[in-house]
């Protein structure tokens, strides 16, 4: 038996339980168990061990298309039996779903790579505190550290009425830091299927690095630059444009910004995005809470919109199949990307600084916010070293600008793709980005930081 994990067959006996409802026409049901660690330090120093388990039955009834979810933490037969009471008595206080697309059959899954590390899963406090130790490691005089290293394990077993019986284990690592010395600041972050693959201290020298070569920052004049942003900063504008661009349901809705434009240029040429929950490099279950095998779907090819993600209700009204990305119930968002990657290009960082006469080099962004999802228009500030590029060379380190911009508008400017994919973790959403060169980035003011 793998560290923690219960095993398929004691996760669906529970499952069963809520199958078995009288009165119901369709149940769903899943059992998610999650346990892992996370190690904090500020000021250099370990300060916070935190241990987790948890065990979440969630069901979904259905009974003349109407639907009523239930959750509870007993994840034993009885629990799932009262969870699966409480969501028929909900549904049938419920009006109607005309959206109700039925449930999820059974359907093969993608082969994918390893997604489960047992000495991951089994770390202990020690383990993570000699990663947190590697990382610290790489400080240079006159710097602190802080940030976190967790590990992570997932065990998922989902069961449907239609005939669906899904079982996975996953697990993940990764190590995010913020440098601090002489003023300045700098930032980076790691992720990985096991702990044993991630490089603590390659994301405590970079985030070093950075951090010293933004001592005294300069000013810099709001304008529209040329921009080199690094992947930190990249995998913001991605995830912005998942969350209000490539959803079938927003764009049903007219919300979209790939409204009326699939299969239209929105971006470069260079620029090749993707949700990728089966390929190399990807972490977590590869089918979503339907019970649906998720699928590689391509967002923007070769600067083309070129699809969009599906759950079951929006393929179902479109006349299409589900592409796996829909979201535990109830879900008022509809599908979205969980996985995000663009593809990478041919260039290092300092070729593609080489490429920018008069610029700024940004390490990432924060306190980003939507003005427009129809525009894909972003507002925000870059943080943790923000540089001027001079004559195509990484020059002094200017202050905090804040930024309003489109991002296909940004994404349209794009004349170089870096070589290199970092990954970001948020939650249950993974990001794959390489760094770009942008010809047309607006900053509009100032920051107070």
């Known amino acids: 038996m793998?560290?923690?994990a219960l095993g398929a067959d004691?996760?669906?006996a529970v499952l069963d339980a809520a199958l078995g409802v009288s009165g119901a026409d369709d149940v769903e049901a899943q059992v998610t168990r999650t346990w892992g660690g996370l190690t904090r330090f500020a000021r250099s120093q370990v300060h916070q061990h935190v241990a987790g388990d948890d065990s979440i039955v969630a069901v979904?009834?259905?009974t003349g298309a109407r639907i009523g979810v239930a959750s509870t933490n007993d994840a034993t037969a009885r629990g799932a039996a009262t969870a699966a009471a409480r969501a028929l008595a909900a549904a049938r206080c419920s009006a109607p779903d005309p959206t109700y697309a039925g449930l999820a059959g059974p359907a093969p899954l993608p082969a994918v790579g390893r997604r489960y590390d047992d000495d991951t899963a089994g770390a202990?406090?020690?383990?993570?505190?000699a990663a947190v130790a590697d990382l610290l490691s790489r400080l240079l005089p006159g710097q602190e550290a802080a940030g976190a290293v967790a590990t992570t394990a997932s065990e998922v077993g989902l069961a449907t009425t239609a005939g669906a019986r899904l079982h996975t284990l996953t697990s993940g690592a990764s190590a995010s830091t913020v440098v601090m010395g002489h003023g300045a600041s700098g930032h980076a972050e790691d992720a990985a299927?096991?702990?044993a693959d991630l490089h603590p201290g390659d994301v405590g020298q970079r985030a070093a690095a950075t951090c010293a070569a933004a001592v005294d920052p300069g000013p810099a004049e709001p304008a529209t630059y040329e921009v080199v942003l690094l992947p930190a900063a990249v995998t913001t504008?991605?995830?912005?444009?998942?969350?209000?661009t490539v959803s079938a349901k927003a764009h049903a809705e007219g919300r979209s910004a790939f409204c009326g434009r699939l299969g239209t240029p929105v971006a470069s040429p260079l620029v090749h995005v993707a949700d990728d929950a089966v390929g190399d490099g990807a972490l977590g279950a590869p089918f979503d809470p339907e019970g649906t095998p998720k699928q590689r779907v391509e967002l923007i090819a070769g600067g083309t919109a070129a699809g969009l993600v599906h759950d079951r209700a929006t393929a179902a009204a479109a006349g299409v199949d589900s592409t796996g990305h829909a979201l535990a119930a109830p879900n008022p968002w509809g599908p979205l990307p969980r996985h995000l990657v663009m593809a990478p290009g041919d260039s290092s960082i300092d070729e593609l600084v080489a490429g920018v006469e008069r610029g700024l080099m940004v390490t990432r962004f924060w306190y980003t916010r939507t003005l427009n999802s129809k525009q894909t228009l972003v507002t925000g500030m870059t943080r943790d070293g923000t540089f001027r590029?001079?004559?195509g060379q990484r020059g002094p380190a200017v202050r905090n600008l804040r930024f309003n911009q489109s991002i296909l508008e940004a994404l349209a400017s794009c004349d170089g793709v870096g070589d290199l994919l970092r990954v970001a973790v948020d939650g249950t959403s993974q990001t794959r980005a390489p760094a770009l060169r942008l010809r047309s980035f607006r900053f509009t003011s100032v920051a107070g930081h």
């Open 389 to 391: 590029i001079d004559g």
């Open 10 to 12: 004691r996760l669906h």
């Open 60 to 62: 979904r009834v259905v």
């Open 2 to 4: 793998s560290a923690g």
């Open 124 to 129: 202990s406090p020690r383990r993570r505190a």
């Open 193 to 195: 299927v096991a702990l």
């Open 237 to 244: 504008l991605l995830q912005y444009l998942g969350a209000t």
